[in-house]
């Protein structure tokens, strides 16, 4: 065999080889452990920083006639920050591939109005993209808190901590309690969609 021909064998061995080889591989988030579940996520990340949202902008109508709580200092703004990029980030760790909606043999806290965890888990894999799409819209509140935070607007603040409170509500209603009737419709008269 002339030496030509042999390097052209070699050659079309070696990029045979590397070619199996790179799709043999598995991507770097694939090798990544998701021992966390949703509720796990939720329960550390999600509630935590939403209440302290929810917490950081309100009015109070009280003896005292009517206020409004913001955040004033530089630092209680970065706090709002802060808070907002875990809930910025949160949807994308509850919608990797291969999350689990809680861990095996976990029940729900209050049975009677909440879906069991294999349940949920059973609409999440039958229609990811909703569940996606549910989630972006978390991250989309988020981001809009990061962009009042950003500008010190607690007009913009107050309106998109609206928005995460609807993301929120919207989910769980579909996912979490959608057989409360009292959620249902307290959600109907506030104007909330549920899709």
Known sequence: MPMKAVRSVVTGSLLALSFSCSRAETSPSS??????TIKDIMDSMVDPSGDFLFESIQVIADEKGVRQVAPETDEQW???RRRALILFEAP???A????KVAQPGEKAEYPEVE????????????DRASFIRRAKR???????????????DKDALFMAVDKIDKACE???????????????EAAKEEGLVID
């Open 138 to 152: 978390l991250q989309d509140a988020a981001g809009a808190v990061l962009q009042a935070a950003g500008a010190k």
């Open 115 to 126: 879906l069991q965890p294999e349940q949920i888990q059973k609409l999440l894999d039958e």
């Open 31 to 36: 090798a990544l452990s998701r021992s966390a």
């Open 78 to 80: 970065k706090e709002v």
């Open 92 to 94: 994308n760790l509850m």
């Open 170 to 184: 919207n989910c769980h209603l579909h996912y979490w309690y959608p057989n409360d009737k009292r959620a249902q």
């Open 96 to 99: 990797m591939e291969g999350r």
